[in-house]
């Protein structure tokens, strides 16, 4: 049961706000937006994303920028009200077209249509982009897309060498083309999320990948479609069964661990030739999710040396290749880096010649903070730090410091060699 529910910009400012049940005290947005902003318990830099105050529950994630957050006073599921909170971003993005402060503001009639339909009195109804064609009559108004900020993973759709237009996946479902002529497209994406873990030596220890397989379909007449994989995909090991998608056999050159499909997946024809069939839904939604831990060659090599510099003091040398082709580029990296919990201060030495390159020393969480504004495939970075302690070393700095986090996009490029090869209508 959801008391309320409503959208903040990063400012704080209220784009949405309902109160269903009338339960909670006035003023629980900015309560929420003073908690998350200045969150310091437990050392953590960032608020979890579920936490109780005075007796309410909050529960928020955090989309483009924008906090989506439900209230309620009683125990309900976090999983499910988390769940609740993507599916509601995931619809009004299919309805707007684009998900950012301008297109909820402009659009804020539509929003609190589709908010009445989607939650009723606390209770959550449908979430279902399709579904809810029958119910929504506003007609969404179109932000400017030359002012929008860069689009995520669904955005890098490509054809041939070109890309397509930055407005090609930014369009609502809803609306029609020019002319008053329905849109006939459809785009497939595939992410991946990498876990990797290396030894200090910089031997790989554990690896792992998350994927899914995106689609957003603006095909009208509800068509059945079928998307072919690569032919020689296996899926677990050991079994005969047809249909048991975690063990089943396949000795193929990409062997998935586990997979689950969207309900409009058709499996009959799956482990003959490896092509899905479905009738797409409107929106965007994932066909299937994968999971994979064979050996695969990860994008990044990463090693990280710590030593003795002195009684107090030490050198932690930070080390990135680029294990991918040169025509490929990689975004926005992040690498963390923990150190002991009594170092006092870091000061840094980034290689000659480095562009677009950010350092930091995060006191509250003691980490050390590399950011990189791209890495271009087959190049190599370096940092170096000092550290100074508020106290002479004692045991070993290897086991206080460390293991190194790093974050990173790769347009156009999956580890796990998975393809959508052909679509056929």
Not at 282 to 300: A, C, I, L, S
Not at 319 to 336: E, G, L, S
Request: with cysteine; charged share 25%.
């Amino acid at each position: 049961m959801i008391s309320q529910f409503f959208v903040l910009s990063q400012r704080g400012d209220h784009i949405v706000f309902r109160d269903y049940r009338g339960e909670v005290p006035k003023g629980s947005a900015e309560i929420f937006f003073r908690k998350v902003k200045f969150w310091n318990e437990d050392e953590a830099e960032e608020a979890p994303p579920v936490f109780n105050i005075d007796g309410v529950n909050y529960v928020h994630v955090k989309v483009a920028g924008l906090f989506f957050v439900v209230t309620t006073m009683v125990n309900i599921s976090p999983s499910l009200l988390l769940e609740l909170l993507q599916r509601i971003a995931r619809v009004t993005k299919d309805y707007l077209g684009v998900l950012n402060e301008d297109s909820l503001r402009k659009n804020f009639i539509l929003v609190y249509e589709l908010l009445d339909e989607v939650i009723d009195f606390g209770y959550p109804q449908t979430t279902s982009t399709e579904a809810l064609k029958s119910y929504i009559f506003n007609e969404p108004i179109m932000v400017d897309a030359g002012r929008l900020p860069p689009l995520g993973p669904a955005a890098m759709f490509m054809q041939g060498t070109k890309r397509m237009p930055g407005t090609a996946v930014t369009k609502s479902v809803v609306a029609n083309e020019p002319g008053g002529k329905k849109r006939e497209e459809i785009f497939v994406d595939i992410i991946e999320k990498i876990s990797v873990t290396f030894s200090s030596s910089g031997y790989i220890l554990t690896s792992e990948i998350d994927g899914t397989i995106q689609m957003k379909s603006y095909l009208s007449g509800n068509p059945e479609i079928r998307l072919a994989l690569n032919e020689d995909l296996g899926i677990g090991k050991n079994s005969s069964s047809t249909h048991d998608y975690r063990s089943s056999s396949g000795g193929g050159s990409v062997v998935l661990d586990d997979c689950n499909f969207h309900e409009s997946v058709q499996l009959d024809s799956f482990d003959i030739d490896r092509t899905l069939h479905l009738i797409p839904p409107d929106g965007e939604f994932p066909v299937m999710n994968y999971r994979m831990t064979q050996e695969f060659k990860p994008p990044f090599r990463v090693t990280a040396l710590i030593e003795e510099a002195g009684p107090s003091r030490a050198e932690v040398l930070l080390k990135i290749r680029a294990d991918f082709p040169a025509n490929v580029t990689a975004n926005t990296i992040t690498v963390q880096m923990p150190v002991p919990s009594y170092t006092m201060r870091a000061s840094f030495e980034l290689e000659a010649g480095a562009v677009g390159q950010t350092t930091d020393f995060k006191e509250g969480t003691r980490r050390l903070e590399w950011n990189l504004k791209k890495i271009v495939g087959g190049s190599e970075h370096t940092l170096r730090a000092k550290l100074t302690f508020s106290q002479e070393t004692h045991g070993n700095l290897t086991k206080e410091a460390g293991p190194v986090n790093m974050n990173f996009t790769i347009p156009m490029y999956n580890a796990s060699k998975l393809q959508v090869s052909d679509i056929f209508r």
